[in-house]
């Protein structure tokens, strides 16, 4: 099962049990998680944070919910079996991001009926 942790500071064990450490590869920057999903395909499971910290300019980093809206809107990807899961501390962030994929998931599953 190929698990992506998506998150500019935490590690698996801050968010996860311990049994999980090692069954996620991680990627800290809306960039990397974009390369990461174009290279590997989509992973079974999404793990995301929303506030991915600076870029290397020192301005605010796109996010996690640019990462969800990239996947949605732009990745052309069949997300109807996508899981995922938004361990953000940023209730409102993390509200658009499950709002977003819960949203569009449940619209493809009836597209395909």
Request: net charge negative; charged share 30%; hydrophobic share 40%.
């Amino acid at each position: 099962m190929k698990k992506l942790f998506l998150d500019d500071i935490r590690t698996i064990e801050m968010v996860y049990d311990k049994s999980e450490v090692g069954t996620f590869d991680i990627v800290r920057t809306y960039k990397d998680f974009v390369r990461y999903i174009e290279k590997n395909g989509l992973p079974d499971f999404i793990s995301f944070d929303n506030d991915l910290g600076l870029d290397e300019s020192g301005i605010v980093a796109e996010d996690g919910y640019a990462a969800a809206k990239w996947l949605v809107y732009t990745s052309g990807l069949d997300l109807r079996k996508l899981n995922f899961k938004v361990h953000s501390a940023n209730p409102v962030a993390a509200e658009q991001i499950r709002g977003l994929l819960n949203n569009y998931i449940k619209f493809l599953h009836l597209e395909s009926d």
